[in-house]
Nanobody, 126 residues
Framework: QVQLVESGGGLVQAGGSLRLSCATSGRTFSGYTMGWFRQAPGKEREGVSCISKSGRSTYYADSVKGRFTISRDNAKNTVYLQMNGLKPEDTAVYFC???????????????????WGQGAQVTVSS
C-alpha cells in the first residue's frame, strides 16, 4: 500500500505560479512511476504529467508543455509539479498518483494508476 498526500494548492492570479508537492509513504518510492492528474468540474480526469522511476523520462500533456515541470526526489519520497504561467483553464483539482508497472506515457494516457492521492484544489483567477 502507498499513501499519497498532496500539498501546495491554492488561489493564484493568471500568469502566476504554484508548486504542488506529493509526499508518499508505504512502499519504496523509487519503485513507482509517478504522475499528476487533474479534473475540472464537468470534465474528464486528465493526465497532466508523469515521471519515470528514475526521473529521467517525463511526459506532459500538450496543454501544459513549456509551462509545467515535473520532478521527483527519491531521497525525500516526494514528487513535485512546478506550474508557471497559470491560466484560468488550469483550474481543477490536482491528484497525485503512483503506478508500479506502467511506463510514463501509458500511465498518463490510460489514467488508471495503482494509487491516488486525495487531491488539491488549484484555482486560477482571471
Amino acid at each position: 500500500q502507498v499513501q499519497l498526500v498532496e500539498s501546495g494548492g491554492g488561489l493564484v492570479q493568471a500568469g502566476g505560479s504554484l508548486r504542488l508537492s506529493c509526499a508518499t509513504s508505504g512502499r519504496t518510492f523509487s519503485g513507482y512511476t509517478m504522475g499528476w492528474f487533474r479534473q475540472a468540474p464537468g470534465k474528464e480526469r486528465e493526465g497532466v504529467s508523469c515521471i519515470s522511476k528514475s526521473g529521467r523520462s517525463t511526459y506532459y500533456a500538450d496543454s501544459v508543455k513549456g509551462r509545467f515541470t515535473i520532478s521527483r526526489d527519491n531521497a525525500k519520497n516526494t514528487v513535485y509539479l512546478q506550474m508557471n504561467g497559470l491560466k484560468p483553464e488550469d483550474t481543477a483539482v490536482y491528484f497525485c498518483a503512483a503506478d508500479a508497472v506502467r511506463t510514463v506515457q501509458r500511465m498518463c494516457v490510460m489514467k488508471r494508476p495503482d494509487y491516488w492521492g486525495q487531491g488539491a484544489q488549484v484555482t486560477v483567477s482571471s
